[in-house]
């Protein structure tokens, strides 16, 4: 069986510098993997060098003109920019030449176009989206991660919904744990909205485990962690802010003198071992989740590594048939 | 001159066993102090043991029956527990006995507790928490930390003046840049009540300098972020766990085998470097600010060195007149 992935080429801050050798170094690690690059083919071109032809095999260069710019708003987007990268990579999926598409472009217009073009699930209020955090133990999804602010309460259990169907396929954990992200874990803690959304999940049929505070993500206590898309990013870029100043001083202090040199030395192989175990490349690629089919969001600023991560995501959501099973359980519930 | 602080001696999740030991190393380190130790005057004595007598002249005991509970809810408290250490405490502080109240209980029942006894600043819909953190460079004050949820565009407002007057104070800068945290730095990222706080501080006075994302907490890109208690509560909490979790992986990377062992003595000076620097402990005592007098927030599992930090606070900002300068800046603001 072969998976054909739509790369929007030019998506993310180093555009196809990056998203070019990601691909090739994919294609090299999937054998059944292959690859609609789609942006402009000169710049796509210029990156693929002399690539050697069992791989070009695998791989077309598929051109569209236009560019979704990083921080363009994304009714504008939609509107004016039918033959971008972005837009052109989600119509392949939706025509069945792909079956899904990776993006590290604007995350606010690959949301808009992507519900614009492929449709929300029957049933499902707004996409989410979801990714994947290490931990203590494991790791831990969580969602939403910043697509959705003023997230109601219906939306927050729909997020539930489709994030443990999704941790239950990707992880094979057949009843995975849930918690309601909240500044405590007491039932008199946090917002309307909150305590709202943890009696209908208390209700429910998920093996929901009550409200978490942020601290959970890395802890690993539950599988996956509901919340809204401010409250996920805030977790996220506190975190990112945090990992940066803790390298940052590291730097200095091992730099300081020759002894301190010599101990960063003798520290290394120690070093190395935890930052390829927090490594957030490896973490690379969260999912738009409630969309009839899977599109993969990178990190703006991921590196080749990272984006052939997020290619990997989408491989994998596409063999285990997330969106499918998504839409199987959903119906089953409505049913219900 | 001297300063008498009113500690809860039964507040936090060790009570005395920290709060005692914490108040005699701050009575050795400030000459000024005078200390208040509220509380079950049986738990207290067992945990002064031999006080040199230079300190204890420094020292009382004042005796309270009942103790408020970490996970009991604030109206509760309020209510029931008219002589319990916290409310106790803070009842000196409005009789004038003390000039400041450092507790490391409940936080919602001494927030409730505070703004019934000393009362809220005229003009301010509700108090807030703020804090410092460590950043890359220097450290960022940050607020609210968790008392107020949907906070609306007018707090959010009030709590960038009174934290930017604080930081005034305590930081000795002029004009202190304040950002408010979103999820992005464009104007069009958001939910309706943070655009409309970004447009009332456009037109103000403040310092401020638009949006921004969480990781500025720990770059050090401002020196005060605005935002709502539950997304203060998150980045804080969020910290916590990683934190705590690349400790864990630093301790099972460095003792894999005698090899890793060896690098981890060698790296201890430099790691020993960084950790100090980022010591939560350091940072510890969160200031109630909106009230008429000092009231300092410890962490409630804050160690002896981390609530001995707490009182310095409450110490500094009483030196500092901090509740005084936010009164008279206000009703300047007012006035104008």
Same mark, same amino acid.
Not at 98 to 108: E, F, L
Not at 226 to 234: I, P
Not at 315 to 336: D, F, M, S, T, Y
């Given at each position: ?94 025509? !069945?030449?792909? %079956?899904?598409? &990776?993006?590290? /472009?604007?995350? =606010?217009?690959?949301?808009?176009? #992507?519900?614009?073009? @492929? ?100 802890? !690993?206590?539950? %599988?996956?962690? &509901?919340?809204? /898309?401010?409250? =996920?990013?805030?977790?996220?870029? #506190?975190?990112?802010? @945090? ?94």
């Amino acid at each position: 069986v072969t998976i054909t992935v739509a790369v929007d080429a030019m998506g993310g801050d180093r555009g196809p510098g990056v998203t070019v050798p990601a691909t090739l170094a994919a294609l090299e690690l999937e054998p059944e993997l292959n690859v609609l690059l789609v942006g402009r083919r000169d710049d796509i071109q210029l990156h693929l060098g002399q690539t050697a032809p069992d791989l070009r095999d695998r791989l077309r260069v598929h051109h569209a003109d236009e560019v979704v710019e990083m921080h363009e708003h994304p009714a504008h987007a939609l509107r004016n920019k039918k033959d971008s990268s972005m837009r052109v990579a989600i119509n392949l999926v939706k025509e !069945g030449e792909a %079956d899904a598409c &990776v993006s590290a /472009g604007n995350t =606010g217009a690959l949301m808009a176009t #992507a519900r614009f073009v @492929l449709k929300t699930l029957p049933g499902i209020e707004r996409p989410a989206i979801v990714g994947a955090l290490p931990a203590m133990r494991g790791h831990t999804h969580m969602l939403d991660l910043g697509a959705n602010v003023d997230s109601t309460a219906h939306m927050l259990v729909q997020f539930a919904i489709m994030g443990s169907i999704l941790v239950k396929y990707v992880e094979g954990v057949e009843r995975p744990t849930v918690g309601l992200l909240n500044i405590g874990v007491e039932d008199i803690k946090g917002n309307e909205t909150i305590k709202s959304a943890g009696e209908m999940l208390k209700r429910g049929q998920l093996n929901y485990v009550g409200f978490v505070e942020a601290d959970a993500i890395y802890l !690993g206590d539950v %599988d996956l962690i &509901v919340c809204d /898309g401010f409250d =996920g990013n805030v977790a996220i870029k #506190a975190s990112e802010g @945090l990992a940066q100043m803790i390298r940052h001083l590291l730097r200095e202090e091992f730099t300081r003198n020759w002894a301190r040199r010599l101990g960063g030395l003798a520290a290394m192989p120690a070093l190395n071992g935890m930052r390829s175990r927090i490594d957030h490349r490896r973490y690379n690629g969260a999912t738009l989740v409630g969309l009839n089919k899977t599109v993969i969001k990178s990190h703006g600023g991921a590196d080749a590594f990272g984006f052939r991560h997020a290619i990997h995501t989408a491989v994998k959501e596409v063999n285990l048939g997330v969106p499918e099973h998504i839409r199987g359980e959903l119906a089953g519930l409505e049913a219900a």
